[in-house]
């Protein structure tokens, strides 16, 4: 009789431990999000430095402004460090 309820102790105790090893797992969102950013760096970085020699080949040439090219610079440095920036800001607010 005592191994009986040993048994089921130790199977429900197993049980209990791979429900929470289950639970512990990324969301399905999380998993999706980070996927489709990684997916959409890899795309966006050829169009990013032929935007970057265009943007400098257009100031130079005086066709456009030194500030639109150093926007245009900023903005490519934003989406490509938004990772970095959100975990820094995270760090932050102790999140």
């Known amino acids: 009789m005592n191994r009986s309820i040993a048994r ?4 429900a105790a ?9 639970l512990a797992q990324a969301s399905p969102f999380a998993v999706g999000a980070s996927a489709f950013q990684a997916n959409f760096l890899v795309i966006l970085t050829p169009v990013a430095v032929i935007a970057v020699m265009a943007l400098g080949v257009g100031a130079w040439f005086n066709r456009i402004s030194w500030s639109w090219a150093a926007g245009g610079a900023l903005g490519i440095l934003l989406v490509f460090g938004a990772p970095q ?3 820094w800001v995270r760090g932050l607010a102790g999140v």
Request: charged content about 5%; overall charge positive.
């Open 85 to 87: 920036i959100v975990a």
């Open 8 to 11: 089921k102790c130790s199977l």
């Open 14 to 22: 197993l049980l209990v431990l791979h429900a929470s090893s289950v």
